[in-house]
């Protein structure tokens, strides 16, 4: 599964429509890109940390474990914001 989809469909069930500096954090995602709005709403509120180097990798297949971690980021934002 491709990162943006998983990032789409957590940005989804944020429901948020936060906007952005103009800047993005990650080297590889342009702001005019379709989905650049998403990987900084998500990396803004830490749900996906992209890789040391300073990439995302919106290219990259998502592997079990970096998916584990974005749902469990995912789980623990919204649960803060609700308690």
Do not use: Q
Not at 47 to 56: C, E, S
């Amino acid at each position: 599964m491709k990162k943006f989809i998983v990032l789409i469909s957590m940005l989804a069930l944020l429901g948020s429509n936060v906007s952005f500096a103009a800047t993005t954090p990650f080297s590889d995602v342009s702001l005019n890109t379709w989905y650049s709005d998403a990987v900084l709403n998500l990396s803004n509120k830490d749900i996906v940390n992209g890789y040391p180097d300073g990439t995302f990798g919106p290219n990259r297949s998502v592997n079990r474990a970096e998916l584990a971690v974005m749902l469990d980021e995912f789980i623990g934002h919204n649960r803060t914001e609700f308690y």
